[in-house]
């Protein structure tokens, strides 16, 4: 009898011994496996939310930017598009192909900054004369620099050197027009690749302006 009970107990202390090892083992791996894919995973989320957040920062003023440039620089890729068949110059068939390699990137990315925010991006040049929000001109008056129908029509009717004169006049005052929306943008806006961009466009089209002067033989 006394042997049979010892046996029993010891039998018995095994059991729980063993049932304690693997509730232990379990509760081991249930805090191993959710510490670094409950806290770490929600930790690298969150900073994750942050930086997105922080990279998607903007104000109205990147907005009216984003939406007055990308019809300017469409309006001066269409007259840069007819210095292939019009132009007589090198001078000018070199620049209007600069600034079709410039500005047709510029006009996706600024549409692309405009869907990631949920604004409208326009789609043409055709509304010449509307007055964009925030550029800080006049009321009325249409976005700097901006061609008119008639302007567009005459151009596309020239040729040769007269072609010449009119397209460099004409993007002299176009790019002119450009550097001041940058330049309100790099004073006002929120955006940092925004004001990167103005601040670009300020560098290259104050140059290239500077380019037609010459070819025209003003400066």
Known sequence: MRNTRTLTRRAALTAATVTVALVLAACGNDSGSGHPGGHGSASSASSSTGADAAAAAHNTQDVSFAQGMVPHHQQALE??????????????KGLASRIEKAQGPE????????????????????????????????AGSAMPGMMDGSDMDDLDKASGTDFDTMFLTMMIDHHEGAVAMATTEKGKGLYGPATAMADSIISTQTEEIAEMKKLLGKS
């Open 79 to 92: 007259m840069a598009e007819l210095a292939a068949d019009r132009a007589s110059s090198a001078g000018v």
């Open 107 to 138: 006009i996706r990315t600024l549409g692309g900054w405009l869907t990631s925010w949920g604004e409208d991006v326009p789609t043409s040049s055709d509304s010449t004369t509307e007055s964009m929000p925030g550029m800080d001109h006049s």
